[in-house]
């Protein structure tokens, strides 16, 4: 299993329907890599460690707001790999840590 230190595994989903992917993406991504920390952000309660309550937002763009103003409070690494439920790791192999070197990927 790949390790990438200083790095937060962080989610955000507040469409509850959602959550069986949201979970199943979550999993999938800490199968292939070992974050040194892992975030799941949602108004409803996930039954995990890693479940941090959050205001339910109403719409895409109150989401984007979060993101770009919020999300780095629930953050205490340098680095964040944000997933979602239709997006997570598929080739862990892949990984580079010059990666690292850059704002966004």
């Known amino acids: 299993m790949k390790s990438i230190k200083n790095c937060t ?12 992917q949201f979970l199943k993406a979550s999993d999938i991504c800490q199968h292939y ?3 040194e920390d892992v975030k799941l952000l ?31 409070k629930y953050v205490k690494t340098d680095y964040f ?5 239709d997006g997570w790791i598929l ?5 580079d840590d010059d990666f690292l070197n850059y704002d966004y990927i």
Do not use: T
């Open 9 to 20: 595994l962080i989610g955000i989903e507040g469409v509850q329907k959602r959550i069986p």
């Open 33 to 35: 890599i070992n974050f």
């Open 42 to 72: 949602s108004p409803f309660n996930l039954k995990r460690k890693e479940w941090v309550k959050i205001k339910s937002m109403k719409d895409r763009n109150e989401y984007c707001r979060f993101v770009i103003k919020q999300l780095h």
């Open 81 to 85: 790999l944000l997933f979602q439920n």
């Open 91 to 95: 080739n862990p192999d892949a990984w």
